[in-house]
């Protein structure tokens, strides 16, 4: 198969394929509420909107998470809204009541702003709330006292399905694949933000709707360029169709994250290293059936081949260079600097800075050599294995975008891990 095909069916893999069973579980849901606030016997579909990434078509396989919001009438909020004070959470509790009538062996509870219903295969986190002339819903937010607040799914929902088809059906797939590198790198990035961010870089580039699956490595390319030079100050940015305020969370570390994932995806030349690249942003399912052509190509590890992968800590490692006669210095603030470039024959001792993984843990690093040069000299690497002590040092040989990975493991799931790029010239 080419990468255009990999590429088509890795988009088909990760798709999600539950949503009929979704729209049954919502059916019965507003089967109940229809009956108890309309009147209305059996009425499967009025009043209820399916939301979040399922609503607008960017969730991926195996999600577990379903939002959904019912319309109450306008009298349901005249009678909370008159309580002096927790008229929003006496909503939710009265909600969630009538809901325990249908499920009463699930667990069923309010939080915050939703009622959450657990059932076995995926969440469903249903808003309570009440649709406005102008087509947002005011919903009760049970924190700080209780107020009522305001949300514009549904504009959402047609700001991207109208990207959608003027990207010729490119731009689903994109915030799909994004979801995917999440999960693979750990990036803290919700999937409102995920889907504004693709819809603004699409927006930015109208050569995007006239390409294909044969062009999607480029696009991946310039998306992940796109991320990383986004100011990690920002605030928030506002969301597609609605304009609702999405708030930068952690410090925007996704960005760093992309930033690795830019250089890796950039610096690799040829077909051996694209296919690499793409295993370590979306995982080794990505193009199952390709088989490299160099040996040493074919020995790569990927930590989700190894081990399960959930990953919930955080980690950070750093690289300090050192060469006899030479200054000290650390490699993160070096690869600030545009297109910098490490020298050969030097000292690299990476080490764990920061790690929030209750112990014990076992640590596991990769050592990656990307190149033409790496090929020639048969010298790619690519094993993951265990180091306990914390640090690994290496030395810079030969010209090429290298990388070093680290992985925290505890009970047999990879639980945390970081990245550092190390690119190497020979002058």
């Given at each position: 198969?080419?990468?255009?095909?990999?590429?088509?069916?890795?988009?088909?893999?990760?798709?999600?394929?539950?949503?009929?069973?979704?729209?049954?579980?919502?059916?019965?849901?507003?089967?109940?509420?229809?009956?108890?606030?309309?009147?209305?016997?059996?009425?499967?579909?009025?009043?209820?909107?399916?939301?979040?990434?399922?609503?607008?078509?960017?969730?991926?396989?195996?999600?577990?998470?379903?939002?959904?919001?019912?319309?109450?009438?306008?009298?349901?909020?005249?009678?909370?809204?008159?309580?002096?004070?927790?008229?929003?959470?006496?909503?939710?509790?009265?909600?969630?009541?009538?809901?325990?009538?249908?499920?009463?062996?699930?667990?069923?509870?309010?939080?915050?702003?939703?009622?959450?219903?657990?059932?076995?295969?995926?969440?469903?986190?249903?808003?309570?709330?009440?649709?406005?002339?102008?087509?947002?819903?005011?919903?009760?937010?049970?924190?700080?006292?209780?107020?009522?607040?305001?949300?514009?799914?549904?504009?959402?929902?047609?700001?991207?399905?109208?990207?959608?088809?003027?990207?010729?059906?490119?731009?689903?797939?994109?915030?799909?694949?994004?979801?995917?590198?999440?999960?693979?790198?750990?990036?803290?990035?919700?999937?409102?933000?995920?889907?504004?961010?693709?819809?603004?870089?699409?927006?930015?580039?109208?050569n995007y709707f006239l390409k294909g699956y044969s062009d999607y490595y480029e696009i991946l390319v310039e998306l992940f360029k796109y991320f990383k030079e986004l100011n990690k100050d920002q605030v928030y940015w506002n969301a597609l169709g609605s304009n609702q305020q999405v708030v930068n969370q952690d410090g925007g570390s996704f960005i760093d994250c992309a930033k690795d994932t830019y250089d890796i995806l950039n610096e690799a030349e040829s077909e051996d290293d694209k296919y690499s690249a793409l295993k370590n942003v979306f995982g080794s399912t990505f193009a199952t059936d390709y088989i490299p052509k160099s040996d040493s190509a074919r020995q790569e590890e990927f930590?989700?081949?190894?081990?399960?992968?959930?990953?919930?800590?955080?980690?950070?490692?750093?690289?300090?260079?050192?060469?006899?006669?030479?200054?000290?210095?650390?490699?993160?603030?070096?690869?600030?600097?545009?297109?910098?470039?490490?020298?050969?024959?030097?000292?690299?001792?990476?080490?764990?800075?920061?790690?929030?993984?209750?112990?014990?843990?076992?640590?596991?690093?990769?050592?990656?050599?990307?190149?033409?040069?790496?090929?020639?000299?048969?010298?790619?690497?690519?094993?993951?294995?265990?180091?306990?002590?914390?640090?690994?040092?290496?030395?810079?040989?030969?010209?090429?975008?290298?990388?070093?990975?680290?992985?925290?493991?505890?009970?047999?799931?990879?639980?945390?891990?970081?990245?550092?790029?190390?690119?190497?010239?020979?002058?």
């Open positions: 198969m080419s990468l255009m095909d990999d590429f088509k069916k890795f988009c088909e893999e990760i798709s999600l394929s539950n949503y009929s069973d979704m729209q049954t579980s919502v059916g019965e849901i507003a089967k109940k509420l229809n009956k108890r606030y309309y009147e209305a016997d059996s009425d499967s579909e009025s009043h209820i909107y399916i939301v979040g990434s399922v609503g607008r078509k960017t969730a991926i396989n195996k999600t577990s998470d379903l939002d959904v919001i019912f319309d109450l009438p306008n009298d349901v909020f005249t009678r909370f809204n008159s309580y002096a004070d927790h008229g929003q959470s006496k909503l939710l509790q009265e909600v969630k009541d009538v809901l325990k009538e249908r499920y009463p062996r699930t667990d069923i509870r309010g939080d915050g702003q939703v009622v959450v219903i657990d059932f076995s295969s995926y969440t469903v986190e249903l808003v309570p709330s009440f649709k406005q002339t102008d087509g947002r819903f005011k919903y009760p937010d049970t924190n700080e006292g209780g107020s009522w607040k305001f949300t514009d799914p549904l504009a959402e929902q047609r700001e991207a399905k109208n990207t959608e088809v003027k990207s010729f059906y490119n731009f689903f797939n994109f915030c799909k694949m994004v979801r995917i590198w999440k999960k693979c790198s750990g990036a803290v990035m919700g999937g409102l933000l995920i889907d504004t961010l693709c819809y603004q870089c699409f927006g930015d580039n109208d930590i989700d081949q190894k081990f399960a992968v959930d990953l919930k800590f955080k980690l950070k490692i750093d690289c300090t260079v050192s060469q006899k006669g030479f200054r000290t210095f650390n490699l993160r603030e070096a690869l600030r600097q545009p297109y910098y470039k490490l020298k050969h024959d030097k000292t690299l001792t990476f080490t764990i800075t920061s790690c929030d993984v209750p112990i014990p843990y076992n640590i596991y690093w990769k050592i990656r050599n990307v190149g033409d040069e790496a090929s020639r000299r048969e010298m790619i690497r690519g094993k993951i294995f265990r180091n306990n002590t914390g640090t690994q040092v290496e030395h810079s040989i030969f010209k090429g975008p290298h990388y070093v990975e680290c992985y925290i493991v505890k009970n047999d799931i990879c639980v945390a891990r970081d990245r550092i790029n190390v690119p190497i010239d020979l002058y």
